[in-house]
């Protein structure tokens, strides 16, 4: 069991999930533990896993705890701290079979479009392949780290070389040899960075703005520390353990606020990691060292990427990649810099939710429209004017323990929809006044927060309003779900 009473039955609500990834297979598994078994899963990758099924580099892994970046109901044989991508796959494999969830799933298949039907009460789903089926209710899982950024360089039609995003990772290209350049130095190139110098004959790195980077001990755990946390008790515990570390940081919003203790300690673990590692390379160490607090972009958590840089093969260019030539990438002061392959670990659009969901609520008002540049929802999860309809790593849900976030929201559409039911209603959505109540508060604290010092990818190109991330500890987000799914929600009958 998952946690959920079963007092209301979903037996006759009809759900269309949109996305495969970790908040999708858990609004799954919580749907059919509350009795719904009228609901399918769209995907539009050819298997599950969302963005860790894209993720293919070499190096990829999770920069959260394995034993917390996993479900509460779900315990795994985790083979080392933090997981790669290949281990993340296999777990929501098991997860799928565990939970009987392989029959609600469509593979390969795109939600275009979600129009709510005034007359039916219901959504009218269209997809990639033509289909259009009604629903009682749409929950889009789709997250925020599914739109490739892609710069598009001048001159980047005349490269002759082959270029690729690192989240379309070509398994047939060959590295061994080659002149190849790394476009980024987030959590991706920094995972990307040693593997690919290892085996590259040069590997130039271009820089447009350095994050803080701090060390991550990963070595796989021993096969004594393997047994043990294989016993659910201490699996358990190992889970607690993490999570409490976490909400050391970031409980009251400890972390993000400049001039804190935490601030200030994370600061200095990055520093004295970047000038031992780097300390005979003081042009690395000017040029790794932000000037932004550690929270004004994300923080790099890698051992190895710093490492890599002073290699005999590998150079690091303090400056953006402006352009490209025939066989080269020129960075901002015109130097031209040979590459035969081109890799573009430039992250994704976070801020830019539902790029390819088209969702149209009461009166025909589109999503998009009422957001008009700046993505904002009641908690994350449910918008006035869209009834039934529900995001999972919506809107300013951007935190240290995201699994336990997407379990949260699942549970909270879930409880919205049991009490649509027991009040016998056909629709319900959020309250106009929580939803402004709650965003007028959110930016209040977001505003104080390091994040809006920086330049970073978590605001809104329009307003510059953080728009992706979430101020407080998982434990305070748990609470406001649990507590507040009922009295935000207003229920509608035919």
């Known amino acids: 069991m998952c946690g959920l009473s079963r007092q209301v039955s979903l037996r006759d609500v009809s759900v269309a999930v949109v996305g495969a990834g970790f908040s999708g297979i858990a609004a799954g598994v919580y749907l059919r533990e509350a009795g719904c078994r009228d609901f399918v899963i769209y995907e539009s990758s050819a298997g599950p896993g969302g963005t860790w099924w894209h993720t293919r580099y070499p190096g990829g892994e999770v920069d959260t705890p394995s034993h917390l970046y996993s479900y ?72 925020m780290l599914n739109e490739p950024r892609i710069p598009q360089l001048t001159g980047m039609d005349s490269f002759t070389g082959k270029i690729f995003h690192s989240s379309q990772w070509d398994p047939a290209v060959d590295l061994t040899g080659k002149n190849v350049a790394i476009i980024g130095t987030g959590s991706t190139a920094a995972q990307l960075v040693p593997a690919v110098a290892g085996a590259a004959k040069s590997l130039t790195v271009f820089q447009r703005q350095p994050s803080w980077v701090d060390p991550k001990a990963n070595e796989p755990y021993s096969r004594k520390r393997r047994a043990a946390l294989a016993v659910r008790p201490v699996h358990l515990l190992e889970r607690l353990r993490t999570f409490y570390q976490g909400e050391k940081l970031w409980f009251g919003g400890r972390l993000i606020r400049p001039g804190t203790k935490a601030d200030e300690r994370s600061l200095q673990i990055s520093r004295d990691y970047i000038h031992a590692t780097l300390k005979d390379r003081p042009d690395l160490i000017a040029a790794m060292t932000p000037d932004i607090p550690y929270q004004g972009r994300r923080p790099v958590h890698a051992s190895g990427f710093l490492e890599a840089l002073v290699r005999d093969n590998v150079t690091l260019i303090p400056r953006a990649a402006q352009a490209m030539t025939h066989t080269a990438v020129v960075d901002d002061a015109h130097e031209p810099h040979e590459a035969d392959i081109v890799i573009m670990a430039t992250g994704f659009q976070p801020s830019n939710y539902l790029a390819r969901l088209d969702v149209i609520g009461r009166n ?26 529900f995001m999972l790593y919506g809107p300013n849900t951007n935190f240290y323990a995201l699994v336990h976030g997407f379990e949260s929201q699942a549970k909270f559409a879930v409880r919205t929809l049991r009490k649509m039911v027991k009040e016998r209603g056909t629709a319900i959505e959020c309250r106009e006044s929580f939803f402004i109540a709650f965003n007028e508060w959110l930016q209040n604290r977001l505003a104080k927060s390091s994040w809006a010092a920086g330049d970073n990818y978590f605001k809104s190109a329009k307003t510059g309003r953080i728009v992706t991330q979430w101020p407080d500890g998982a434990a305070v987000y748990g609470l406001l779900t649990r507590f507040l799914a009922a009295p935000s929600a207003r229920v509608h009958r035919r």
């Open 72 to 143: 509460s109901f779900k315990t795994y044989d985790w083979s080392r701290p933090y997981a790669g991508h290949a281990e993340l796959r296999s777990y929501l494999h098991e997860t799928i079979a565990d939970h009987g969830l392989g029959r609600h799933l469509r593979l390969g298949t795109e939600v275009d479009r979600a129009t709510w039907d005034e007359d039916r009460q219901q959504y009218q789903v269209s997809t990639s392949d033509g289909e259009v089926r009604h629903f009682n209710a749409v929950i889009s899982c789709v997250g």
């Open 364 to 389: 025909r008002l589109a999503l998009r429209d009422y957001w008009d540049g700046e993505p904002r929802a009641f908690l994350g999860v449910t918008v006035p004017n869209f009834p039934n309809f």
